[in-house]
């Protein structure tokens, strides 16, 4: 193996270093904004009764109901 031989990185990998390197505040950014949608604390009530008043699916939906 050659001495100027470097591993390789691709286009993609390149870029987010270097945005990274552009911007350090990136990752915190991307968690404050993770949190405004992903990291929620579930109301526990809220979800058992949404469980509970569900109505169940009949196999094919667009076919009537035979009588």
Same mark, same amino acid.
């Given at each position: 193996m050659p001495f100027?031989?470097?591993?390789?990185?691709?286009d993609v990998t390149?870029?987010?270093?270097e945005l990274? *390197?552009?911007k350090p505040s990136? %990752? !915190?950014e991307q968690r404050a904004g993770?949190?405004?949608l992903w990291d929620r604390?579930?109301?526990?009530? *809220?979800?058992?009764e949404w469980? %509970? !008043?569900r109505v169940p699916?009949?196999?094919y939906v667009y076919q009537t109901k035979a009588k």
């Open positions: 100027f031989w470097k591993p390789y990185t691709s390149q870029f987010i270093g990274k *390197a552009r990136l %990752e !915190a993770r949190g405004l604390a579930l109301d526990r009530n *809220a979800l058992a469980r %509970e !008043a699916q009949q196999p």
